[in-house]
């Protein structure tokens, strides 16, 4: 069963500033208004229940035989709804709840793609939510994952997490997960590119926040990326596999609702023996009843090289029977913390088991 670990949490993220008020109500969070920033402090607990009569996390997809499931409970999917209180204890005051899905995107390691919105109904931040979309390496000692948006007082926010773990029940998997976030809203939305200004992914808070002081004052950055993506649905090599479909999957020429978790090599050239770069991990799903498109979410993590330890957030609609298509670049961590980009695929090779697409990103 896929399972969560217990986490400490920074998270810092920008956003418009939101009308509303701004004096503090709660004690889990401050914000000082700098006159040209708003900068909030907050401090709660997630608690992730896998166990028992009234769990807060359930299996809804997984492949159809986990014995050939390589990674162990790879493509296994988990809609959550995990309640956010003052304290550690589960009896503290609610202030929230996490809601959305995690799901293990990685065949060799523990990884989770997160695709999680946490929305407050405490105070001030009532009704006021952001959202993380990202890859969670929860084996790591730090990880950083992307925030790509928010609503009411996190209106256009974007940002990233650092996480790091310090407790895990391997029997069950229950967890409590304490994050402490220190946010900056910025009174105008900036729109930043990537900034290949980190040394390292494994900056701790104190530097994080450094970096994030320093920002405005940083030049944008624009970076090219060439690279091939691998998907294997059948065989001994295979990548993808099946989590999930409709109950009427079978009888549409879209094969609409079937959904598919995959762990993809990038390679700099077409042939999958060449110089590996990367990882492409996610999920796809056919989404449309007229013409195969698939609804993309996924993570390019980089391996080699400069941006090795990075990753860039990717969601977007897929029409692959298009000779050329663009989808969104949301977000990113390492050297591309903040970035939004395009990225165009083009199909090199298909064919029923297999295929091989061309990606040109800018971020």
Known sequence: MVAPMVTTFLMLFLATRAWGQTTDDVSWAKRVDTGSQV?????FYFHDTLSGSNPSAIKVAGPQSSATSPGGGFGQVMMIDDPLTEGPDKKSKLIGHARGLYGQA???ELGLIMVLNYGFTDGMYKDSSFSLLSLNPVMQTVREMTIVGGTGLFRLARGYALAQTYWIDASTGDAIVGYNRESKLLILCTIFMAFPLVHSISEGP????????ELPIKQEKVTKLHFYFHDTTTGPAQTAHQIAESNISS??????????????????????????????QGFFGAASFEEPRFLMNLNFVFTSGRYNGSTLQFLGMNPILHRVREMSIVGGTGAFRLARGIATAQT???NDTSSIVEYNLVV
Not at 39 to 43: R, S
Not at 206 to 213: I, N
Not at 256 to 278: A, K, Y
């Open 348 to 350: 090199y090779f298909l």
């Open 206 to 213: 104190k530097e994080v926040q450094q970096w994030f002081k």
């Open 251 to 280: 009888t549409t020429i879209t094969q609409f609702g079937r959904t598919f978790m995959f762990d993809n090599p990038l390679t700099v050239e077409p042939d999958v023996r060449s110089v590996r770069i990367g990882k492409g």
């Open 39 to 43: 900068v909030t402090t907050m401090q």
């Open 106 to 108: 990685a065949q060799n």
